[in-house]
């Protein structure tokens, strides 16, 4: 008998292996005396506890909403929470905003992950391509992969993906023959995971464009990720991509509750094309029949008393300061050394660092060591580039100042460039070797 238990596990399995996320989030959670500069989480202190607690206490109130909020839902997810969705995501829109959308289009996940592997599971087959930004949201990436497709990585600059590139990159696909396996092209279009890029409205016509002169074969969807669109501290919001799909049959929105309000809830929502919500519903009818309905619930009630819209604005206000701290605390403490560039986001949560070509900032790198010496942590950018492409992206990384404090950002960027200044220092004198058992000491996950 074959006494490898792997090999009874699913081909799905062996697609997902490996992914990092799981790692980091286990990283940031397990050691908090290390200063995480990496995980994407919300600032604990900004918490919602009392327009949760205060929600909780009104659905509790009444027994026939206690009972419903406590009992299965539908596939669909609650309607009352999704008329709030639909009407707050046309208001954002303004005088942009699509007035043909239907609330059958509007679906509840658990999270917007979910919906992103529901999307996944309904789109791709094996060997099918999923186009994005490079670098991109790097879970979108163990998505694609899990289903044994592809994410191939467009030309991209500080405003998100390149008509141009995207056009050149869907032309050379014809050529080579793979232009029918083209699904997709995901996008984050409000302060890119990982890169803080919002894309600009002009841009959004035209990749709806270029998307819609090569869909030859089939419709080529985009995939509107819109995590952080509520986090903005600078500048005018821009209308939604749905609004610039002329058709109304392209754009695929998702949104979370997660980093506008709680991640604990974890409720997310999706604006489908109506041909995908039927589809869509059936793979999610297979995984849970319906997400926590006493989280829809909940969500329902804080948008309805206004809890919701206060709270935003609050995180506004706090991540404004702490993306300012970030900004002075990288000229301060990068901008003495050479060569190293960063981007100033207007909202979202993370800052996106380029180091010098020679320093490798991946795990098997020096930088990351030297790094978790100084008890900071960051997350290597390749992770945030499509695989299956040449190394790409190993001078970067992503910093996040949504979980330090103004203090912490501070002595975090101290740490992180006195790693840099050491890893450079290594990279500039002739080789002696690393000084492995000091380096071996730092773990890149104590238990
Ligand atoms: C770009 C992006 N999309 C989606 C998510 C997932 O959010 P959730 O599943 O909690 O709704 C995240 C979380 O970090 C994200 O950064």
Redesign the pocket.
């Given at each position: 008998m074959d006494k490898d238990v792997t090999s009874c596990f699913s081909q799905r399995a062996r697609w997902a292996a490996g992914q990092p996320i799981s790692e980091l989030m286990a990283q940031a959670l397990a050691n908090p005396e290390l200063i995480s500069l990496a995980a994407?989480f919300v600032d604990s202190s900004t918490l919602p506890c009392d327009e949760v607690r205060r929600a909780v206490e009104k659905l509790m109130a009444d027994p026939h909403q206690a009972r419903a909020a406590l009992q299965y839902g539908t596939t669909h997810g609650d309607r009352k929470l999704r008329e709030l969705i639909l009407a707050q995501w046309q208001a954002a829109d303004g005088n942009l905003a699509r007035t043909d959308l239907d609330l059958e289009q509007v679906i509840l996940t658990a999270?917007?992950?979910?919906l992103?592997h529901l999307l996944a599971d309904t789109l791709l087959d094996p060997g099918d391509i999923v186009l994005t930004a490079r670098p991109t949201?790097l879970?979108f990436l163990g998505i694609v992969r899990n289903v044994g497709a592809r994410a191939i990585g467009v030309p991209t600059d500080e405003d998100g993906p390149i008509p141009e590139g995207v056009e050149q990159t869907l032309k050379e696909l014809e050529q080579s023959g793979w232009l029918p396996r083209v699904k997709a092209l995901y996008l984050?279009p409000y302060f890119n995971?990982p890169c803080g890029a919002t894309v600009p409205q002009q841009r959004r016509v035209a990749l709806l464009d270029v998307l819609a002169r090569w869909s030859r074969h089939h419709l080529i969807y985009l995939i509107a990720?819109n995590?952080?669109r509520e986090l903005r501290y600078e500048g005018p919001d821009i209308a939604s991509m749905s609004c610039f799909d002329q058709e109304g049959d392209r754009v695929i929105e998702t949104g979370?509750f997660?980093?506008s309000f709680s991640?604990g809830v974890?409720v997310?929502w999706g604006i489908l094309p109506s041909a995908l919500v039927r589809p869509v519903l059936d793979q999610k009818g297979n995984v849970d029949f319906g997400s926590p309905h006493f989280a829809q619930k909940l969500m329902a009630q804080v948008l309805q008393d206004g809890g919701y819209q206060r709270h935003v604005k609050m995180l506004q206000a706090t991540y404004q300061e702490k993306l300012h701290a970030m900004l002075q605390a990288a000229e301060q403490h990068l901008g003495k050394l050479p060569n190293i560039k960063w981007r100033h986001p207007r909202g979202g949560l993370y800052l996106w660092v380029e180091l010098p070509e020679q320093v490798d900032t991946g795990p098997g790198g020096r930088l990351l060591q030297e790094a978790l010496l100084e008890g900071v942590l960051y997350v290597p950018g390749q992770y945030c580039f499509p695989a299956d492409q040449r190394p790409e992206g190993t001078n970067t990384m992503r910093l996040s100042f949504g979980v330090q404090s103004i203090d912490g950002i501070q002595s975090g960027m101290a740490k992180l460039a006195r790693a840099i200044s050491r890893t450079l220092a290594a990279c500039s004198t002739p080789s002696r070797g690393q000084e492995p058992s000091r380096l071996a000491s730092a773990r890149l996950a104590p238990q």
């Open positions: 994407g999270g917007s992950n979910q992103l949201y879970v984050v995971n990720d995590a952080y979370t997660s980093k991640p974890r997310g």
